[in-house]
């Protein structure tokens, strides 16, 4: 870590969100110099922030959520749209797996008091009305959320493992109900015409065919 601060301005052009914005350092580093929140260094090599990291972060409570945005919005325009009610700081895009637009985004205020007006807005993205809530807000449901599904999932899994057992109980044969028979047929008999040959004689409740040139069976019968 630089003793001053500074950090190489090449390490944060390699960013892919950087590289995405420009590949040309050239550009970075103007970009950089345009900062009111950074300093470049006389080289033109190194930046660092003009005041130190605030003690508490306050971003999460600075920030909304909002959607439906379509495919075709871009920072910019949701930056431009935001910014006619309270000063933007940051805003980002979420993305599916696949690296296409979800359709939501996140969108930093400077101040609680902008970001806590917005989220009570009802406001209107090319016609459509977006759901807008504090980002705590939404990380709380999705919280919420995943804790059902795991609930779910766990009470589905011991459902699964019980049911084994009682299908086990409900398979109890008494002895002398159980044959095994060869010679019935050809190779590719199947197991329903397998039944339909035992069942003039009783109901056959399960056939298990076994491997061999003869093909034999085990089979219940009541």
Do not use: W
């Not at 110099?33 to 306050?58: F, H, N």
């Not at 979800?102 to 807005?121: D, I, L, P």
């Not at 060869?182 to 009783?202: L, R, S």
């Amino acid at each position: 870590m630089h003793p001053e601060g500074y950090v190489a301005i090449d390490i944060i052009a390699s960013f892919n969100k950087i590289k995405a914005l420009s590949a040309d350092l050239a550009t970075v580093v103007k970009a950089l110099k345009a900062s009111q929140t950074l300093e470049v260094d006389s080289d033109g090599k190194m930046v660092r922030r003009t005041a130190p990291l605030p003690e508490t972060d306050t971003s999460k409570a600075r920030t909304i959520y909002a959607k439906p945005f379509p495919p075709t919005a871009t920072i910019e325009t949701i930056s431009e749209f935001f910014s006619a009610h309270g000063k933007v700081l940051f805003v980002k895009v979420r993305k599916t797996p696949a690296g296409g637009p979800k359709g939501s985004v996140f969108v930093e205020f400077e101040t609680e008091e902008e970001a806590k007006k917005v989220a009570e807005s009802q406001l209107q993205f090319e016609g459509k009305d977006l759901i807008i809530k504090p980002q705590n807000a939404y990380f709380e449901e999705k919280k919420v959320e995943a804790e059902a599904r795991k609930a779910k999932k766990e009470g589905t899994a011991k459902k699964s493992e019980e049911q084994p057992e009682e299908e086990k109980k409900e398979r109890t044969y008494t002895s002398g109900l159980i044959l095994k028979a060869a010679d019935i047929g050809a190779e590719d008999i199947t197991v329903h015409a397998i039944k339909d040959i035992f069942n003039p004689f009783g109901v056959v409740h399960f056939v298990e065919p076994r491997e061999g040139r003869h093909h034999p069976l085990r089979g219940h019968a009541s």
